[in-house]
């Protein structure tokens, strides 16, 4: 079945940095385009950054442009998300997802998520 598991959450102090992870498997990892969400508190959840199946395009949302860096390895089924000078805003659960066919039409799998604190 398809998974999808994050890693590299944690408590950073603002200006600092973390690099979060996301294995795939149960699926073709190179054919897709993968892409990263979060939810922060009380809070609808959002695109942060979204990376086409070779790499070769990305996109950000406007308020991480500049700070955080997308990235896949297909040969490691792993997308990454690199994120430098976090604010407290970034505070959320961060999560990896896909969107695979299914009939005519595609369902979305998302992983467990990995909570990110930005926090002195």
């Known amino acids: 079945q398809v998974q999808l598991v994050e890693s590299g959450g944690g408590l950073v102090q603002p200006g600092g940095n973390l690099t979060l992870s996301c294995t795939g498997s149960?699926?073709?990892?190179?054919?897709?385009?993968m892409s990263w969400y979060r939810q922060a508190p009380g809070k609808e959840r959002e695109l942060v950054a979204s990376?086409?199946?070779?790499?070769?395009?990305?996109n950000y949302a406007d308020s991480v442009k500049g700070r955080f860096t997308i990235s896949r390895d297909n040969a490691k089924r792993t997308l990454y998300l690199q994120m430098n000078s976090l604010k407290p805003e970034d505070t959320a659960v961060y999560y990896c997802?896909?969107?695979?066919?299914?009939?005519?039409?595609?369902?979305?799998?998302w992983g467990q998520g990995t909570q990110v604190t930005v926090s002195s």
């Open positions: 997802t896909t969107r695979l066919p299914y009939s005519s039409s595609y369902i979305s799998y």
């Open positions: 990376i086409t199946t070779g790499g070769g395009r990305t």
């Open positions: 149960g699926f073709s990892f190179s054919n897709y385009a």
